[in-house]
């Protein structure tokens, strides 16, 4: 990943604010040498801000896509039920949400908000992206955008999002924007994201909160952020084999590891507190929720404890434990999925009763640099 320092120069000083305290106040100096080396603002657990009592936090996110998100790496024949099955996945998700007063962020692509393919066909950034992979632009898929429109629009589902408690809208992006890819620039960014506020606000909503697609972090587009609107962003977990978004570092032997880490705790538990930096908040995510998979249904238990055991980590310390998903990894095998979050919900349940946790999204967080 490319990682660029701007987000950082010329900043004549670096806040850092606390939920609980809400007060302000100045940054380490070894926080701010390690901002300046890595490019990145959230907190590499330093220092003063432990001190601060902040309640313990459960953030869901989730990255709705419809097709345009695997368009570039999967074939609709092959992804299809997934896509079409978000159409149940996401009023059940919504109604188990509403039952258990959780608060969750829909992290949504625009376009997934157009009516139909003729508005999507009307609505594109000036700059348009320009990838040196061209196979990666959303806008390629005009054809099956045509004949499939409930693959790739989905209007009615964001209005039932908007429509029930405690659910944030959020931003994925106008067209699932790579932001780590070779080829694009800040200027076709900004225009990406002008789009995806106009879109947001033809259904009367407003950004807080941005989920970068493929979790590709760049400072230099983090940067742009504050000036489109955004106050927060979801970061990548802290351990080193997530930093770097979808690319895994270690090749193949990286991937084992990110995928025996959803049964084993090899990352540990993966809390971190929501921090502030130039303007910005980074809810920095703990794990990706696995969809439920058959062949894997033996040692189910084992990972549903492992999630489990970190949320109650973040609980006793007061920390965040923040889970991701996209709802198409529930578009197939509903129930057994469903029934995986139920579960996670009722421990939060349990935590909230013993320790103060609390259910919040991505954009409750965005007071830490609003005030
Ligand atoms: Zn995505």
């Given at each position: 990943?490319?990682?660029?320092?701007?987000?950082?120069?010329?900043a004549?000083?670096?806040?850092?604010?606390?939920m609980?305290?809400?007060?302000?106040?100045?940054?380490?100096?070894?926080?701010?040498?390690?901002?300046?080396?890595?490019?990145?603002?959230?907190?590499v657990?330093?220092?003063?801000?432990?001190?601060?009592a902040?309640?313990?936090?459960?953030?869901?996110s989730?990255?709705?896509?419809?097709?345009?998100?695997?368009?570039?790496?999967?074939?609709?024949?092959?992804?299809?039920?997934n896509?079409e099955?978000?159409?149940?996945?996401?009023?059940?998700?919504l109604?188990?949400f509403?039952?258990?007063?959780?608060?969750?962020?829909?992290?949504?692509?625009?376009?997934?908000?157009?009516?139909?393919h003729?508005?999507?066909?009307?609505?594109r950034?000036?700059?348009?992206?320009?990838y040196?992979?061209?196979?990666?632009?959303t806008?390629?898929?005009?054809a099956?955008?045509?004949?499939?429109?409930?693959l790739?629009?989905?209007?009615?589902?964001?209005?039932?999002?908007?429509?029930?408690?405690?659910?944030e809208?959020?931003?994925?992006?106008?067209?699932?924007?790579?932001?780590?890819?070779?080829?694009?620039t800040?200027?076709?960014?900004?225009?990406?994201?002008?789009?995806a506020?106009?879109?947001?606000?033809?259904?009367?909503?407003q950004y807080?909160?941005?989920?970068?697609?493929?979790?590709?972090?760049?400072?230099?587009?983090?940067?742009?952020?504050?000036?489109n609107?955004?106050?927060?962003?979801?970061?990548?977990?802290q351990?080193?084999?997530?930093?770097?978004?979808?690319?895994?570092?270690?090749?193949?032997?990286?991937?084992?590891?990110?995928?025996?880490?959803?049964?084993?705790?090899?990352?540990?538990?993966?809390?971190?507190?929501?921090?502030?930096?130039?303007?910005?908040?980074?809810?920095?995510?703990?794990?990706?929720?696995?969809p439920?998979?058959?062949?894997?249904?033996?040692?189910?238990?084992?990972r549903?404890?492992?999630?489990?055991?970190?949320m109650?980590?973040a609980?006793?310390?007061g920390?965040?434990?923040?889970?991701?998903?996209?709802?198409?990894?529930?578009?197939?095998?509903?129930?057994?999925?469903?029934?995986?979050?139920?579960?996670?919900?009722?421990?939060?349940?349990?935590?909230?009763?013993?320790?103060?946790?609390?259910?919040?999204?991505?954009?409750?967080?965005?007071?830490?640099?609003?005030?």
């Open positions: 990943m490319s990682v660029s320092h701007s987000i950082l120069n010329g004549p000083s670096i806040k850092h604010r606390t609980a305290n809400n007060m302000e106040t100045e940054m380490p100096k070894a926080f701010r040498l390690h901002c300046e080396r890595s490019g990145r603002d959230q907190a657990q330093p220092i003063n801000y432990a001190k601060a902040d309640t313990p936090s459960f953030v869901i989730l990255d709705f896509e419809m097709f345009w998100g695997v368009a570039a790496f999967r074939s609709l024949p092959s992804y299809r039920r896509v099955g978000e159409w149940s996945a996401i009023p059940r998700m109604a188990l509403r039952k258990n007063a959780i608060r969750a962020t829909w992290a949504t692509v625009g376009m997934v908000m157009c009516r139909d003729a508005e999507w066909r009307k609505i950034p000036e700059p348009m992206p320009t040196s992979r061209p196979g990666l632009s806008y390629n898929h005009d099956a955008a045509r004949e499939h429109p409930t790739f629009f989905a209007r009615p589902l964001v209005e039932q999002i908007l429509a029930t408690p405690g659910q809208l959020a931003s994925h992006t106008y067209s699932h924007f790579y932001c780590g890819e070779q080829g694009t800040p200027e076709q960014f900004s225009a990406d994201l002008a789009c506020r106009k879109a947001a606000s033809a259904l009367g909503a807080k909160s941005i989920v970068f697609p493929r979790n590709q972090l760049r400072a230099e587009y983090v940067a742009l952020l504050p000036q609107g955004f106050h927060v962003y979801r970061g990548n977990p351990n080193w084999i997530y930093q770097t978004g979808d690319v895994v570092p270690g090749g193949l032997a990286g991937r084992g590891v990110r995928f025996l880490d959803a049964w084993l705790p090899l990352s540990g538990p993966g809390v971190a507190r929501p921090t502030a930096c130039n303007r910005m908040v980074e809810v920095t995510a703990s794990a990706f929720l696995r439920w998979s058959p062949r894997l249904a033996a040692f189910e238990s084992i549903l404890e492992r999630i489990k055991r970190s109650t980590v609980a006793r310390t920390g965040c434990y923040h889970l991701w998903w996209h709802p198409h990894n529930f578009g197939v095998n509903l129930d057994a999925n469903l029934a995986v979050v139920e579960t996670l919900v009722s421990h939060y349940n349990r935590l909230r009763d013993r320790y103060g946790m609390q259910s919040r999204c991505m954009g409750d967080f965005a007071g830490l640099v609003v005030n």
